[in-house]
């Protein structure tokens, strides 16, 4: 089964800051998934909220500044015995600083139309500069942007984040031509995974931190797990007993 850093490694450095995806590759982790935003001038930033109050204790939105403005920002505001500023990065910051990750998964938090087409422009082109076409997944809950992305039959493929299963999931993210299903871990079960994975789906599951559950979704047969905690999955994950993880 396969890990990913869940914003790099949201339980272990600020999230979706370079630090935390250097947290994720230091516990040996070479996947990270992460979220998007386009700053005012349209380049892609990697942050989950639309709003900068969470992480950096500014308010405003993250549409409203440019990128030379955001990364001026301190996304620490989460966790504030980190002992080093951290600033909201790029994109293709994270892709020039961390060259070593093998694939990711970006969660695009987009809804209009307009603002699906902006983002899978900037997504398209920026991953093709770092001709890392076979690394990226390209995942949203938004149905708008899936489908825009099946009409003009994207070149990266996408992946559909469930949360709450008020329709099936699997027919879900076939309707839109999906590769990837990104679900919650309570909507896990041995028959919706086979389900899933027959009809070519790769299932990733989110957001794991418990060592037992870890286990119980391997034992399920998931394709992938994203954690807040990079370093416990990668222990629990080579056979070491949960009972001694915390010794």
Known sequence: ML????????GEAPENTLPSFR???????????LDLHLSSDHQ???????????TTGIKGKVAAH???????????????????????????????SCPEFEHYQLEVKS????????VIEAITALVGDYA?????????SSRTLLKYAQQIDCALPT?????????????????????????????CNPARIKQAQRRGLHVSVWTVNDPQLMLKLEEMGVDSLITDVPQLAMRVLKGQSPSRLTE
């Open 3 to 10: 890990i990913y850093g869940h914003r790099g490694a949201r």
């Open 23 to 33: 947290k994720a590759m230091e516990a040996g982790v070479t996947r990270v998934e």
């Open 44 to 54: 892609l930033m990697v942050i989950h909220d639309p709003t900068l109050k969470r």
């Open 66 to 96: 440019t990128a030379a403005e955001l990364i001026r920002l301190d996304a620490r505001h989460g966790l504030a015995e980190w002992p080093t500023p951290c600033p909201i990065p790029t994109l293709e910051q994270l892709f020039r």
């Open 111 to 118: 809804g209009s139309t307009v603002q699906s087409r902006r």
């Open 132 to 140: 890392l076409q076979d690394k990226v997944v390209i995942t949203s």
């Open 159 to 187: 992946g559909l984040v469930e949360e709450y299963g008020f329709l099936d999931p699997v027919k879900s993210a076939l309707r839109y031509g999906c590769r990837f299903l990104a679900l919650n871990w309570k909507l």
